[in-house]
């Protein structure tokens, strides 16, 4: 069929419009004239063609594609071809056709073309209402123009599909400061075949949504033409992202940094220094002075209303680039930057200590509080923010050491001070490490008979030379490192397998064994399980064994305490407040609590030989114990005049080095068997 080129004639107008088919003329790659059909198609009608490419009309024109059968093939010397017509109502429209090619040059030839078989034509249909029920956006993008748009992509970026076919897609949804990202994407999907990514869009409004972008390649004839893409809306998901980890990062209750986000923003402060040492920085260490009165004494809700009120006092008190922090508990911490020296920090912390001591109103009651308060300016050793966050806690004790209610700066005389806490530590590990502890054994004498009714286990350091000291120096420091609780564990056990060896090996001998109990043992949530373990484990008499609790120990949290001494009650071993009488407050324990002996502090043993009230006192205990049916113990016995008088008001018990000291297993076993019925010493 030899068609002209030149149509510019009424007659081959009318030809051309009343085929059954789309033709198309083109002439070097510019169609220069549609026919009515094609014209209907594309909405154009009632308009004259104007030129243009190829691309825009048949996009996706593959050469060769059409089926053999095809009728516009069939005898015909032209080349068979599929492509896709893009339609004015957003619609894509499958064709397939022939180019036959009438001059080389300038490359005439004349496009005919028809919709794809009436077989085809229900999945073409059902194909776009599955597009359009997807509800993620969906956009089909071919040399960079938009082709097609779903109508989620309306719903989502507010473009119509009439719009968004007439722009550039990038134009439309990108930022500018996000248009490295269309680079990105077309890499990805020609080094991967697909791309993932999540960013920010910007809708017809100007409002900037985050999306989750899929972008793949629109594939015609297996090759690349384009590229399909779809958007989700990720907006709900990362705000509450973004929720998790505020809430990761700050305090619950006061809404401050915690101490994960204070370490990581000190860090970067540091490193700032390093950079320029024109911006130093700082650390403020704060700890509420009484609030644990106050929490007991008012309630938890007073004690959180104080902790959030402190947090307001804290920003009130600050500059904007300071930053506070609640670091656990009633400890604060705060980083003050951009400071030259120590006077400016010494500025924030007195500004700091004085809303401190203002009275708060908490929960309509006055009350008077006040926080110990240390700082630490950022040296060249502060390389990690633990090391100067350290400083800063040490100079917070010394100002508490003094009474609270200021603060103390971090200086050489700290240092010095804390060089020896290092060397403690350090030997602290040693003798862990190297396992030169050891138990020895204080007997408990009945003060009337002077037999042996028990021992108190002691821990000791064994030193490289074989001389033995005393735990009590380290004790302190491995309550304060946690080693107690190892250290409580190894001494339980030891004891009861002492215990055990001293059974079988003097079965007559009823002795009883007490082991002291640090507070941070006590309260740990391994405790009962392990006294039942060592019980179990060692088969030894529950009654024979006694735990020592402080009083101090017990006041720490009554309601606690309570609970796990019903507990140990539980496993039928006894009970000893240890130090009783130190500070004389809690006497409801004698009738609440499940105790079974008394040991006196020895303050009051000291008190023995004394007259008037201070005996009065003694005697009132030693009574007061007997009528409870509890043993009495009076520790730190010096004297023959302390022990003389301590029989005289009928103490029961008593231990001090001037009845015996510590022994190894072995001495303490023999001295027991000794004494069975001789007084400890010569009247």
């Not at 776009?128 to 992509?153: C, G, H, K, W």
Request: glycine letters at 8%; a negative charge; proline letters at 4%.
């Amino acid at each position: 069929m030899n068609l002209p080129m030149n149509s510019d004639s009424a007659e081959q107008r009318e030809i051309l419009d009343a085929l059954p088919v789309l033709v198309f003329l083109e002439r070097a790659g510019k169609v220069v004239y549609a026919n009515l059909g094609a014209r209907e198609l594309l909405g154009l009608a009632d308009r004259e063609w104007n030129p243009c490419p190829v691309e825009d009309v048949l996009w996706g024109l593959s050469p060769g594609m059409a089926e053999p059968q095809t009728q516009l093939t069939a005898g015909c010397d032209a080349t068979p071809f599929h492509a896709t017509l893009h339609c004015p109502d957003g619609q894509m429209l499958a064709v397939e056709g022939v180019c036959r090619t009438l001059d080389r040059d300038p490359c005439d030839a004349v496009i005919i073309a028809c919709p794809k078989g009436a077989v085809q034509t229900p999945r073409l249909r059902l194909m776009e209402d599955v597009l359009s029920s997807v509800p993620e956006a969906l956009v089909i993008v071919y040399s960079r123009r938009v082709l097609y748009t779903n109508p989620a992509f309306t719903r989502m970026f507010g473009f119509t599909a009439e719009e968004a076919s007439e722009g550039d897609l990038w134009e439309m949804i990108v930022p500018e400061n996000r248009r490295h990202e269309h680079a990105l994407l077309e890499m990805r999907v020609d080094q991967e075949g697909l791309a993932r990514i999540e960013t920010v869009r910007m809708s017809k409004s100007g409002h900037m949504l985050d999306v989750g972008v899929l972008a793949g390649p629109l594939l015609v004839g297996c090759a690349k033409a384009g590229y399909v893409l779809s958007f989700r809306d990720i907006g709900e998901r990362k705000q509450k992202e973004a929720r998790l980890q505020h809430d990761a990062l700050h305090d619950a209750l006061t809404g401050l940094a915690n101490r994960a986000l204070f370490l990581d923003r000190v860090t970067v402060a540091l490193n700032r220094r390093m950079r320029r040492r024109d911006q130093g920085c700082g650390v403020l260490f704060v700890d509420l002075d009484r609030f644990k009165e106050i929490n007991d004494t008012l309630g938890h809700a007073a004690g959180d209303a104080l902790l959030v009120a402190v947090s307001q006092r804290l920003r009130a008190a600050l500059r904007p680039q300071d930053s506070p922090a609640r670091l656990g508990g009633d400890e604060f911490g705060v980083l003050v930057e951009n400071i030259l020296n120590i006077g400016d920090l010494d500025i924030v912390a007195r500004r700091v200590s004085a809303e401190m001591q203002r009275p708060f109103d908490i929960l309509g009651r006055v009350i008077q509080t006040g926080a110990s308060i240390g700082v630490a300016l950022a040296g060249s050793d502060h390389t990690r923010p633990e090391l100067l966050i350290r400083d800063a806690d040490f100079a917070m004790y010394r100002a508490k050491e003094k009474g609270g209610g200021g603060y103390e700066i971090f200086d050489e005389h700290l240092e010095m001070h804390f060089t020896s806490q290092q060397d403690r530590e350090r030997e602290l590990r040693r003798v862990l490490d190297y396992r030169q502890f050891g138990f020895l054994y204080q007997p408990v004498y009945q003060l009337q008979s002077g037999k042996i009714e028990g021992f108190e286990a002691l821990l000791h350091c064994r030193q490289e030379d074989g001389s033995v000291t005393s735990f009590d120096d380290l004790l302190s420091l491995a309550e304060d490192t946690g080693v107690s609780i190892t250290l409580g564990r190894e001494t339980l056990d030891a004891a009861c397998r002492q215990l055990r060896q001293w059974t079988d090996e003097n079965a007559e001998r009823e002795l009883t064994l007490t082991v002291n109990v640090t507070q941070r043992q006590f309260y740990h949530v391994s405790m009962i399980p392990q006294l039942k373990a060592a019980l179990a484990g060692s088969g030894v008499e529950p009654s024979r064994l006694c735990f020592e609790v402080s009083e101090t120990t017990l006041n720490e949290n009554p309601e606690a305490a309570t609970a796990i001494l019903e507990r140990m009650a539980e496993c039928n071993v006894g009970i000893a407040l240890d130090d009783f009488g130190s500070c004389l407050a809690p006497l409801n324990y004698l009738v609440r609590l499940p105790i079974h002996m008394l040991k006196l502090d020895p303050i009051l043993t000291a008190k023995a030989t004394s007259t008037g009230r201070q005996l009065a006192v003694l005697e009132s205990l030693v009574h007061l114990g007997r009528n409870l049916g509890m043993q009495v113990v009076a520790q730190g016995i010096k004297t023959p005049a302390q022990l003389e008088a301590l029989r005289r008001i009928g103490c029961e018990l008593g231990q001090g080095d001037f009845l015996c000291g510590a022994l190894e297993a072995a001495q303490a076993i023999r001295q027991a068997t000794m004494a069975s019925d001789v007084p400890p010493l010569d009247a």
